[in-house]
């Protein structure tokens, strides 16, 4: 049942405006009041909150209908409709100018005036409709400006639920983020429907990671029979952005998102998204190419620069250690001679692999040189003489192991720096430096 509209009827003639009253109360409309004069109409807005006006253009007071109807549409937003006998030339040119949502002439039928007001309801409707599209265009335009400058998923996806809510009205939604075989919620908010984690093929989270379009379930039977659970949920809509993460919004009624426009302007918002990803990830990659060594897929001596800063600055704060540890290859000239340039490539990254695998997660492992590695290792002091040791021996085995045609050994030297020595880091590195030519040198004296 459509809901009544409601009229008001400002008019300073008591039998026409009690005609008018009549002609639109046996039309089902609802007449808030009756007003002779423009100032009174004005309060009379504010209290009753009319959805149309009907207007005559001679009135009691300072004001015409037709100035009145000029400050009713811009400061109101309502429409008004003219109901008058003045129809010269002058008054018609003056009234066009207020851009009324009809023009009735008195004496007028009955039929005349439903008719006019039904018209103005629905192109009001239709104006506030491209208002709001207009609205919605202009938000996520500033949506898609703002997602070019992001710079964490963080960030991406906290724009996206701004705009769900501002463009879509969408409130219950939450944001998934594959990883290995799981998904996991990476929402600001939780959804007591939503597990914190779906496997990929699990439940209407897992469906919408599957597939490559926006799915909808539109009716209770179609979402219980994949979440027993959500029987208070009528609809549900998703979506995969990305390669890894997944959006999902549920709504308590059926068909709530069956509109081919929300659908339409859904994609456009997520494909935005998705490019704003795709540009972190090649952003992430040139950074980490720049840093890496591309022969032993560790890091370069840039990178060192920029994490010794990083290193040093933790260990003043918490008082920390770090130890210093330099590899450098022995005899590496008489492998690329003997067995190529090839081979003496892949004896670097079998010392490069046996120093990753031996390596904490949080230690930084550098190749400084073309024969020569530099590891860096937070919060270890002393005991990075037993790391020395620890990777003495795992060359041994390593070279048990391997597929090289020749043993690969190398010269090792290590020390520690922390805030209360004398010495500089520089001067630390120095000292595990000169440690390291020592260990090289006895090595070839022993052979």
């Known amino acids: 049942m459509r809901k009544k509209v409601k009229i008001l009827i400002v008019e300073d003639e008591v039998i026409i405006a009690n005609d008018i009253k009549m002609s639109v109360e046996n ?25 149309i006006v009907l207007v005559d253009i001679k009135l009691n007071g300072d004001l015409d209908g037709i100035e009145l109807t000029d400050i009713i549409q811009k400061e109101y937003n309502i429409p008004v409709i003219y109901v008058t006998a003045y129809t010269n030339e002058k008054t018609i040119q003056d009234a066009k100018l207020t851009a009324p949502y009809g023009f009735i002439n008195k004496p007028f039928e009955d039929r005349e005036l439903y008719a006019t007001i039904e018209m103005a309801i629905f192109r009001f409707k239709l104006d506030q409709q491209i208002i709001e599209e207009k609205q919605k265009i202009e938000i996520l335009h500033d949506v898609a400006m703002e997602l070019m400058e992001c710079e964490t998923k ?26 290995l075989d799981d998904l996991i919620n990476i929402s600001e908010k939780s959804l007591k429907h939503f597990k914190p984690i779906y496997s990929v093929n699990e439940g209407i989270i897992g469906n919408i990671f599957c597939s490559n379009e926006i799915c909808i379930f539109s009716t209770k039977k179609d979402i219980i029979e994949i979440e027993p659970t959500w029987k208070d949920i009528g609809s549900v809509i998703g979506s995969r952005i990305g390669h890894e993460t997944v959006f999902a919004a549920v709504d308590k009624d059926e068909n709530a998102y069956h509109e081919d426009v929300l659908v339409k302007t859904l994609l456009i918002l997520f494909n935005h998204a998705d490019e704003s990803l795709k540009r972190l990830e090649y952003e992430e990659m040139l950074k980490k190419k720049a840093v890496i060594d591309p022969l032993t897929n560790v890091f370069n001596r840039l990178y060192y620069n920029q994490a010794i800063k990083y290193e040093v600055k933790l260990a003043k704060r918490y008082g920390n250690d770090i130890g210093f540890i330099v590899v450098d290859i022995n005899n590496l000239k008489h492998i690329n001679d003997t ?13 490069a692999s046996l120093l990753v695998s031996q390596a904490r997660e949080t230690d930084n492992i550098i190749r400084s040189g073309g024969d020569e590695f530099l590891l860096m290792l ?70």
Request: aromatic content about 12%.
């Open 27 to 51: 039309f089902g409309y609802y007449v808030t009041a009756v007003e002779g004069d423009g100032e009174t109409v004005l309060k009379r807005i504010k209290e009753k909150k009319p959805d």
């Open 154 to 179: 963080r960030s991406i996806f906290s724009i996206l639920g701004k705009a769900l809510v501002a463009v879509f009205e969408i409130s219950d939604f939450v944001f998934y983020q594959r990883e």
């Open 339 to 351: 067995f190529g340039h090839n081979k003496g490539d892949q004896a670097i990254q079998f010392v």
């Open 378 to 447: 937070p919060q270890t002091g002393k005991e990075v003489e037993i790391v020395e040791n620890r990777l003495r021996k795992a060359i041994v085995k390593a070279n048990k192991k391997s597929e090289l045609s020749f043993p690969v050994s190398f010269a090792i030297g290590s020390s520690y720096w922390n805030t209360e020595m004398k010495k500089s880091v520089e001067e630390t590195i120095e000292e595990a430096d000169q440690k390291m030519y020592i260990d090289k040198h006895n090595s070839k004296k022993n052979r």
